[in-house]
């Protein structure tokens, strides 16, 4: 059983910080990708951040000189640094790993249970 636990978030004024945190557990072989998508109330899921094995990440423009995304191989730990957070950051964030669970078995996807990040203005 593969799991996903996130951490960190909470409530912050505007311009404040967070750190998200994302650990997976579990029988796996090797974690792909890794990354954090937000739901706002009325809105669909979108992309934060997503960092790939060989250490690359994409940034949604909206996030792009605030967040910063990096991972803890050694530790199977995604992070999630949330600078000068905006009352618009207010989400629900989730943590997302595409996991190969061994040598031959192909990559499957899997989520946190979210955790929510509400900005004040």
């Known amino acids: 059983q593969v799991q996903l636990v996130e951490s960190g978030g909470g409530l912050v004024q505007a311009g404040g910080s967070l750190r998200l945190s994302c650990a997976v557990s579990?029988?796996?072989?090797?974690?792909?990708?890794m990354g954090w998508y937000r739901q706002a109330p009325g809105k669909q899921r979108e992309l934060v951040a997503r960092?790939?094995?060989?250490?690359?990440?994409n940034y949604a423009d909206s996030v792009k000189g605030r967040f910063t995304a990096s991972r803890d191989n050694a530790k199977n730990t995604a992070y999630l640094q949330m600078n000068s957070l905006k009352p618009e950051d207010t989400a629900v964030y989730y943590c997302?790993?595409?996991?190969?669970?061994?040598?031959?078995?192909?990559?499957?996807?899997?989520w946190g249970q979210g955790t929510q990040v509400t900005v004040s203005s």
């Open positions: 997302n790993a595409a996991i190969k669970r061994g040598l031959w078995e192909g990559a499957d996807d899997y």
């Open positions: 579990g029988s796996i072989f090797r974690i792909n990708a």
């Open positions: 960092i790939i094995s060989g250490g690359s990440t």
